[in-house]
């Protein structure tokens, strides 16, 4: 190394060695403030801030963006797409001019700032900038690594709708991130862009980390974790709305539509760490005119004049026995039977099914019972749900709609002709 003269400052005219010692650096602030970086589009003017990689105005820049895509897709800065998508027409071969041109354009962004590094390509195609963070820090490439660059951020624009990776750009059109936050189509790729403020570049690439496959997902079925970790929830306010919209309000002695309904709630709030259900059992008692358990429901209903299902929601019930969950289903709940009153006194159910298996011993049931809206239902520690039903139990605001079997347990031989 002995003889080599140091690196010249980059300003024309100076002959100053870089403060550095490295290629393509300046001699002082003074020398860089007073060399402005040119147009990113190669027009030849000073960029808007005087920084590399940026464009002199919107006009430029809204003029590269589609080279700059071709760019930013094949790995090739912008001189090269340029040539390679305006020198040749569709299904016509380049002259062996515009083949050097190209050849020679596709290596025209500036090389790794290390002298001692054999890399021919800076992180971002800029003079001055490294190959990689070991470069930065001193620690030159061994090999031939970066021959281009691994981002060039300033010709990024939005484009596709759906990724080859497999995801959907976000749903605000005027954004430019390439990614929604969940990688659903119709999601956003942040809160700005969901409130109307889109992003002014690709700034979200991939979804953020995906929902665990054990966590309780939000019951309208978005995908997203629910907003308290905890089953039977919804991740927030906006899919509570459009959930009760979505869901048609029913007859509360409409059973045929209650049991879908049960059904589909059952599927969709189920946590994934119970396993998968096996089976949802309606209850053939409901329908049938002499159960006593669709008896006391009735009589519930008409003392506290419900009108319709918006008025009721779906809980899990857990007991250790069959015959208990068959006599649930046929002469519902017995008041006489409360033990454990930690929440007050009535019949406890719980909105987490993780809460009610922990009742539910071996059998490999859950009952889903439809709880009716009033005074006297109760929530306590966000789950957990307690109704008080009168003690003669001649009536009851609540309904065992069916029951999930989620172990293989076979069918529960549930009384009723409905």
């Known amino acids: 190394m002995a003889g080599q003269m140091p690196p ?134 061994a090999s031939l690594l970066h021959s281009f660059p691994s981002a060039l951020a300033p010709l990024a624009s939005p484009v596709l709708p759906m990724l080859s990776a497999g995801f959907a750009k976000c749903a605000n059109p005027a954004c430019a991130c390439t990614a929604s936050f969940s990688g659903n189509a119709g999601d956003y790729c942040c809160k700005a862009c969901r409130r109307g403020i889109p992003c002014g570049r690709n700034v979200h690439t991939a979804p953020q980390a995906p929902a665990s496959s054990a966590a309780n997902l939000c019951v309208a079925g978005c995908g997203r974790p629910t907003h308290n970790g905890l089953a039977g929830e919804f991740c927030g306010k906006t899919c509570r709305q459009t959930y009760a919209q979505q869901t048609p309000k029913a007859s509360l002695f409409d059973y045929a539509a209650i049991k879908a309904q049960a059904d589909l709630w059952a599927r969709k709030v189920w946590p994934a760490g119970l396993g998968r259900i096996s089976q949802f059992h309606a209850n053939p008692g409901l329908g049938d005119p002499t159960c006593p358990a669709a008896k006391k429901y009735k009589a519930g209903v008409g003392a506290l004049r419900c ?112």
Request: charged share 10%.
């Open 307 to 418: 009108a319709d299902t918006s008025q009721a929601e779906f809980a899990w019930h857990g007991t250790g026995t069959l015959a208990g969950v068959q006599s649930i289903c046929w002469d519902s709940l017995n008041p006489a039977l409360r033990r454990g009153q930690a929440y007050g006194p009535g019949e406890y159910f719980s909105v987490d099914a993780n809460v009610s298996n922990g009742h539910a011993g071996s059998t490999g049931y859950l009952v889903v019972c439809l709880l009716l809206t009033g005074p006297h239902k109760t929530t306590h520690a966000s789950t957990y749900r307690v109704v008080n039903n009168p003690q003669t139990g001649t009536a009851m605001y609540c309904l065992p709609v069916g029951v999930v079997d989620y172990r293989r347990s076979g069918d529960p031989q549930l009384k009723g002709s409905g």
């Open 8 to 141: 010249e400052c980059s300003t024309t005219g100076c002959s100053q060695p870089t403060w550095n010692g490295l290629p393509g650096s300046f001699c002082s602030l003074g020398c860089r403030n007073t060399t402005p970086s040119m147009c990113a589009s190669g027009c030849g003017k000073a960029s808007w801030n005087r920084k590399p990689g940026e464009f002199c105005s919107r006009t430029c820049r809204s003029n590269n963006n589609n080279s700059g895509l071709i760019a930013a897709q094949q790995g090739l800065p912008l001189q090269a797409a340029q040539v390679a998508t305006s020198s040749a027409l569709p299904g016509q071969a380049l002259s062996q001019q515009q083949h050097q041109q190209q050849q020679q354009l596709s290596f025209s962004f500036a090389r790794c700032a290390s002298a001692a590094c054999p890399c021919t390509a800076s992180w971002n195609g800029l003079l001055g900038a490294f190959c990689c963070k070991k470069c930065a820090a001193g620690e030159a490439c």
